[in-house]
């Protein structure tokens, strides 16, 4: 699921999900196992976004040093395009994060869906 091989229990961490609709959804967190978790309907706290478009997979994730530090690079990344954002979870994203050198990426590159809209 990621590159890293321990997230630091309470380090806060930016996410993407892609969902089984082939949309993107962006978060933050200190539990990426717990939160996907709940993305997947495995608890009751699932984001109204995430819901009904189950199962989610994570496709990026970096860290943040703190909660507001997270929620900028979230608010950022929200504002990005589709492609952007692709490219971002493919770790050739020519928007870098200017608190990290480089982006954490998971290890696997994923194309749009075929019925879908870049845009």
Do not use: F
Not at 52 to 73: F, G, I
Not at 95 to 110: G, K, L, M, R, V
Request: hydrophobic letters at 30%.
């Amino acid at each position: 699921m990621s590159n890293q091989t321990t997230t630091e229990k309470n380090s806060w961490q930016v996410y993407i999900l892609r969902c089984v609709d082939g949309s993107l959804y962006t978060g933050i967190t200190t539990n990426l196992a717990r939160r996907l978790q709940e993305h997947n309907g495995q608890t009751h706290c699932a984001a109204r976004y995430t819901r009904s478009r189950q199962p989610v997979e994570l496709v990026y994730h970096e860290p943040a040093c703190d909660r507001t530090a997270a929620a900028k690079r979230e608010y950022r990344i929200k504002q990005l395009s589709r492609p952007q954002k692709l490219a971002l979870a493919n770790s050739v994203c020519e928007i870098p994060n200017p608190a990290h050198d480089e982006p954490t990426a998971c290890n696997s590159t994923w194309e749009l869906a075929p019925d879908r809209d870049p845009a």
